[in-house]
């Protein structure tokens, strides 16, 4: 068994896990640790019946809900690429600040990973304990208990995803640490190690999974993790991992699942109003989907030409319509009213991308993406010829106030009656409540994923025997592009004509690019554009491309940026401080000197 190092402080807060009280997600909240010392509760008193465990099953997710997680989910995933630069009172939080002009020190407090491995011990030890409440108690059936481990297997999976893409090499156990006694001092495990271990395990449970919960609970359909968010991790680690075949594999088992769930919705008319707008009970999925090449993503209403409820069901509120259900696959649940109940707000984009008090948060749109917004030709992100048509333009951010739109915004109606669409902004969620739910996966990341990985499968050159084995491959991707991007054209379906072209995208170099620009809109603040840049560089095996759109953002500071990034190890952060001082196992980050107060060489 792999055992892992974590210093004397984490341990501390991993031995006292047990003893934070579960938010109240799914189920109610005991005070039981009040009344007896953690290891009495834990070993005798706790782990008797189904309701203890899904207590603890209800602290994994509240844990990943916690402002530190999201908060690191956005910093490690989008705050080093372009996409976003210093907002409001910034040089208020010296590590943020720091971070997003790249001079990044083992000092930082944003390199910590504390708050990731409570999630992986909590995970771990209901993994543990689980199947002996299972032994003990009647009600707790093996087909739950096999449920139970699949949804601890994929959040611990998730969560030494985001270490190893953010970190590279890091600690790794699957190993319940709840006894202060456990040596836990032992070296980091390889990158390609860990990714192999993550992908064994979530293969092994896939098929226990919960493959969809019922209508009576929408919330668990895309707030828990099902059999279709054990399927998008393995698409997603498959495409880090290169195997390329079984990225599509699993792509298509998610697709494929998705436009079930459209064909029973479309059958029994749930997804006939909001998030449509063409075809009706008895409609066929590529019907009633025709403007998505027959995926079923979120749609908007255009017969009045307004093209906002897309915005509205996905990033604005909690929607558990069918509509929803449909696109997004796995997300962080938060209360759309705080103060009512007990569920936390979004204190991650409450802070880092704004409110009602201060839209402009921590973070804002860089100047090089807020520039992109007003051009008329020659850009590098959205397309030129969609001209002012692209309705991402308008929905990742709010050009006037420079600030992030996604998340932040309760609504936002895009009016597209004239040649240039009119923009509203419905009110920002008031301060510290913010209950925008947290999107991990939805559907059109991973047939973005699918196109990417179709991509790799290509063979490069323009030899006449190249284009005609890449003909397919190249219709296939473009498909998946062009659903995605027609999505978010404001125009109605019976005059939709300002889109892509496969003319333009004829060979494996044009195609590339292409994906890669079309997640990037697509995405956009999602967390997603530094680990895009990073499995490019690690692809090609060099940093070309990620320097290049990092230094987009930095102004007379991308020179310094540019040497920084030049080494591949600089993708990735160091080893906090605190953990080299206490593990001599550790070994720090070679684009780093000893780990002290100490930045690149």
Request: proline share 3%.
């Given at each position: 068994?792999?055992?892992?190092?974590?210093?004397?402080?984490?341990?501390?807060?991993?031995?006292?896990?047990?003893?934070?009280?579960?938010?109240?997600?799914?189920?109610?909240?005991?005070?039981?640790?009040?009344?007896?010392?953690?290891?009495?509760?834990?070993?005798?008193?706790?782990?008797?019946?189904?309701?203890?465990?899904?207590?603890?099953?209800?602290?994994?997710?509240?844990?990943?809900?916690?402002?530190?997680?999201?908060?690191?989910?956005?910093?490690?995933?989008?705050?080093?690429?372009?996409?976003?630069?210093?907002?409001?009172?910034?040089?208020?939080?010296?590590?943020?600040?720091?971070?997003?002009?790249?001079?990044?020190?083992?000092?930082?407090?944003?390199?910590?990973?504390?708050?990731?491995?409570?999630?992986?011990?909590?995970?771990?030890?209901?993994?543990?304990?689980?199947?002996?409440?299972?032994?003990?108690?009647?009600?707790?059936?093996?087909?739950?208990?096999?449920?139970?481990?699949?949804?601890?297997?994929?959040?611990?999976?998730?969560?030494?995803?985001?270490?190893?893409?953010?970190?590279?090499?890091?600690?790794?156990?699957?190993?319940?640490?709840?006894?202060?006694?456990?040596?836990?001092?032992?070296?980091?495990?390889?990158?390609?190690?860990?990714?192999?271990?993550?992908?064994?395990?979530?293969?092994?449970?896939?098929?226990?999974?919960?493959?969809?919960?019922?209508?009576?609970?929408?919330?668990?359909?895309?707030?828990?993790?099902?059999?279709?968010?054990?399927?998008?991790?393995?698409?997603?680690?498959?495409?880090?991992?290169?195997d390329y075949d079984r990225c599509i594999q699993y792509a298509d088992l998610v697709i494929e699942s998705k436009k079930l769930l459209a064909e029973e919705n479309l059958r029994s008319g749930t997804n006939t109003g909001?998030?449509?707008?063409?075809?009706?009970?008895?409609?066929?999925?590529?019907?009633?989907?025709?403007?998505?090449?027959?995926?079923?993503?979120?749609?908007?209403?255009?017969?009045?030409?307004?093209?906002?409820?897309?915005?509205?069901?996905?990033?604005?509120?909690?929607?558990?319509?069918?509509?929803?259900?449909?696109?997004?696959?796995?997300?962080?649940?938060?209360?759309?009213?705080?103060?009512?109940?007990?569920?936390?707000?979004?204190?991650?984009?409450?802070?880092?991308?704004?409110?009602?008090?201060?839209?402009?948060?921590?973070?804002?749109?860089?100047?090089?993406?807020?520039?992109?917004?007003?051009?008329?030709?020659?850009?590098?992100?959205?397309?030129?010829?969609?001209?002012?048509?692209?309705?991402?333009?308008?929905?990742?951010?709010?050009?006037?106030?420079?600030?992030?739109?996604?998340?932040?915004?309760?609504?936002?109606?895009?009016?597209?009656?004239?040649?240039?669409?009119?923009?509203?902004?419905?009110?920002?969620?008031?301060?510290?409540?913010?209950?925008?739910?947290?999107?991990?996966?939805?559907?059109?990341?991973?047939?973005l994923m699918k196109a990417e990985a179709l991509t790799q499968k290509m063979r490069d050159g323009v030899e006449q025997d190249v284009l005609e084995f890449n003909r397919p491959l190249l219709a296939q991707a473009f498909?998946?592009?062009?659903?995605?991007?027609?999505?978010?054209?404001?125009?109605?379906?019976?005059?939709?004509?300002?889109?892509?072209?496969?003319?333009?995208?004829?060979?494996?170099?044009?195609?590339?690019?292409?994906?890669?620009?079309?997640?990037?809109?697509?995405?956009?603040?999602?967390?997603?554009?530094?680990?895009?840049?990073?499995?490019?560089?690690?692809?090609?095996?060099?940093?070309?491309?990620?320097?290049?759109?990092?230094?987009?953002?930095?102004?007379?500071?991308?020179?310094?940026?540019?040497?920084?990034?030049?080494?591949?190890?600089?993708?990735?952060?160091?080893?906090?401080?605190?953990?080299?001082?206490?593990?001599?196992?550790?070994?720090?980050?070679?684009?780093?000197?000893?780990?002290?107060?100490?930045?690149?060489?």
């Open positions: 068994m792999k055992s892992y190092h974590i210093s004397n402080k984490m341990k501390s807060a991993l031995s006292a896990l047990l003893a934070v009280p579960a938010a109240l997600l799914f189920t109610g909240c005991s005070d039981f640790l009040e009344l007896e010392p953690r290891n009495e509760i834990v070993l005798e008193s706790f782990w008797t019946e189904k309701a203890d465990v899904d207590n603890i099953v209800s602290g994994c997710y509240s844990g990943l809900q916690s402002s530190a997680c999201i908060q690191r989910m956005i910093i490690w995933g989008e705050g080093r690429s372009e996409n976003l630069y210093v907002g409001l009172n910034t040089n208020q939080n010296s590590d943020l600040l720091n971070l997003l002009n790249e001079n990044i020190t083992a000092m930082n407090g944003f390199t910590t990973w504390v708050d990731f491995y409570k999630v992986i011990n909590r995970c771990n030890t209901v993994i543990k304990y689980a199947p002996g409440v299972a032994a003990n108690d009647p009600g707790y059936t093996d087909s739950e208990l096999n449920a139970t481990i699949a949804e601890m297997v994929g959040l611990r999976s998730l969560c030494y995803f985001y270490l190893i893409r953010t970190f590279r090499d890091v600690p790794y156990s699957t190993v319940a640490y709840t006894d202060d006694d456990q040596k836990m001092d032992l070296p980091a495990t390889p990158f390609n190690q860990v990714l192999d271990s993550l992908i064994t395990d979530l293969e092994s449970v896939r098929d226990m999974a919960v493959k969809r919960y019922p209508s009576t609970k929408p919330l668990y359909q895309s707030g828990r993790i099902t059999q279709d968010a054990i399927n998008a991790m393995l698409c997603e680690m498959y495409l880090w991992k290169q909001r998030g449509g707008g063409i075809g009706g009970r008895g409609s066929s999925v590529s019907e009633y989907y025709s403007r998505t090449n027959g995926y079923p993503l979120t749609q908007a209403n255009v017969s009045q030409g307004n093209y906002g409820n897309t915005f509205s069901t996905l990033f604005a509120r909690d929607d558990y319509t069918a509509t929803a259900n449909q696109e997004i696959i796995f997300q962080l649940v938060f209360s759309d009213d705080p103060r009512s109940n007990s569920m936390p707000a979004n204190g991650a984009v409450n802070s880092f991308y704004g409110n009602s008090n201060a839209t402009r948060g921590l973070m804002a749109p860089s100047d090089y993406i807020i520039e992109e917004t007003g051009k008329e030709q020659s850009r590098e992100v959205y397309e030129d010829k969609n001209k002012w048509m692209d309705a991402r333009m308008y929905e990742n951010c709010n050009k006037s106030s420079q600030c992030v739109a996604k998340f932040v915004y309760r609504g936002v109606d895009i009016n597209a009656s004239t040649t240039q669409p009119t923009v509203t902004y419905t009110s920002a969620w008031p301060q510290d409540q913010v209950g925008s739910n947290w999107i991990i996966y939805r559907l059109s990341d991973i047939m498909s998946l592009v062009n659903a995605v991007n027609k999505r978010s054209i404001c125009q109605p379906t019976t005059s939709l004509t300002d889109t892509l072209s496969a003319g333009d995208y004829q060979t494996k170099v044009q195609m590339e690019d292409l994906v890669l620009r079309e997640r990037e809109r697509e995405l956009m603040f999602e967390g997603k554009r530094w680990y895009d840049l990073v499995r490019l560089s690690r692809r090609v095996g060099n940093t070309t491309t990620l320097t290049a759109a990092a230094m987009k953002k930095a102004g007379t500071g991308a020179s310094l940026i540019q040497n920084k990034l030049s080494k591949m190890d600089a993708i990735y952060l160091p080893y906090n401080n605190d953990e080299i001082k206490v593990n001599h196992n550790l070994v720090q980050n070679p684009a780093f000197q000893s780990g002290e107060n100490s930045s690149y060489e």
